[in-house]
């Protein structure tokens, strides 16, 4: 984005399916409006930065901090971190991929960064197409689910290339496939979806080669809990969080698959959404 938000959640997962439910539960126009996006719509710098301020900043301030060692990603992170001693995250949230310890932290929620700030080598309150580094920085910088939330992708991919250093670690996660558009990205602030091709071929355009990649993400099955989420996100959003932070999410955690790593780029075609590791070129 333009802007920075945040990474697709288990709660946001849970809701995916709902969208080919839409006769029963539709998306109200005063939500469509609050989450300020359409797949057609171009978003400004300013619009995307109030939906951050309206709908992420009260998320963080209640929620706690999932410790990265958590997630399935932390055997792939921690070999990319002992690779590198300067490392940068875009958008974690308060839920980190890479360690708290040690990594600068780039976020557009003030409330996230200061429970960040504590422990972070620096936290700082700013955009991914306006990275406050200089070229080169860093040896390791992870971006997932953000860049599809990014009008500007090409600014987003240019900073990602500029401040990684020649030889350095990408770590990125989109979701594929347009023809796969439900109401569910609408919901969550989404710009696109990735053709796999383009996909290579954007991240090529900007220094990037891809080494592994794996399937990405948790999509649960069952439909009565899509609805439900749906519904509950849309007309009684406080209870839902405090159910997404104390029982989705580390729900969540606890039943995610082990990552599994290929060479290059996996087959894509049932993947709904994929993890990268590229290498700056």
Known sequence: ???VYRRDSFLFNAVRRCAWIGE?????????????T??????????????NRRFYDPLWRDARLVEPQRFNTWPLVSSLVSQSHFRLEIAPGLRPRLPVEGTHFVDLSEPALAKLRP????????????????????????????????DDEDGALSELSRVCDAGGALLIAVPLHPARWTP??????????????????KLGEYGFTVESSAVYGMQPKSSRLLDLGMWWLTHRREQAMWWYNRVMMPLGVHFQKTLSL?????????????????RKV
């Open 184 to 201: 569910f990205d609408d919901f969550v602030g989404h710009c696109r979806r990735y053709e796999p091709q383009r996909l290579l071929d």
């Open 1 to 3: 984005m333009q802007t």
């Open 119 to 150: 422990r972070a080598a620096g936290v700082t309150l700013g955009s991914i197409t306006a990275l406050p580094f200089a070229s080169g920085s860093f040896g390791l910088v992870c971006a997932v689910d953000i860049v599809e939330h990014v």
């Open 262 to 278: 290929q060479p290059g780029m996996i087959d894509t075609a049932e993947v709904d959404e994929v993890l990268l590791v590229c």
């Open 24 to 36: 029963k539960i539709r998306l109200s126009q005063d939500k469509r409006e609050y989450m300020n």
């Open 38 to 51: 359409t797949p057609a719509r171009r978003h400004t710098d300013a619009q995307l930065r109030e939906t």
